[in-house]
Nanobody, 123 residues
Framework: QVQPVESGGGLVQAGGSLRLSCQYSVRDFDTESMGWFRQIPGKEREWVAAITWSASRTDYADSVKDRFTIDRDNAKNTVYLQMNSLKPEETANYYC????????????????WGQGAQVTVST
């Protein structure tokens, strides 16, 4: 089974920015809605952002609206997450996956997850 490959994580100061990338090498990537999730150790994975296959619609968790932007490049089988004004409490491992995107519901479409990209926001 193909797993997403996330990259771009790192250490950033509070208020800073990071751009995450996720390559998902499936044949029908350009027909899949994609989403970003994050997980803090000891807590459940939570949904952050989603984008339809054509990028005609994006949705965000309330906690990241107006600070995070999801986009995609279907020619590269890649989805991105631009994160601005990061907060220490957003320190987490960030994952991408195909999603069932039926607003307000966004659920993972696959049980296969990548390693994620660790984002650490310092005070």
């Amino acid at each position: 089974q193909v797993q997403p490959v996330e990259s771009g994580g790192g250490l950033v100061q509070a208020g800073g920015s990071l751009r995450l990338s996720c390559q998902y090498s499936v044949r029908d990537f350009d027909t899949e809605s994609m989403g970003w999730f994050r997980q803090i150790p000891g807590k459940e994975r939570e949904w952050v952002a989603a984008i339809t296959w054509s990028a005609s619609r994006t949705d965000y968790a309330d906690s990241v609206k107006d600070r995070f932007t999801i986009d995609r490049d279907n020619a590269k089988n890649t989805v991105y997450l631009q994160m601005n004004s990061l907060k220490p409490e957003e320190t987490a491992n960030y994952y991408c996956n195909a999603v069932h995107h039926r607003p307000p519901s966004v659920l993972p479409a696959s049980y296969h997850w990548g390693q994620g990209a660790q984002v650490t926001v310092s005070t």
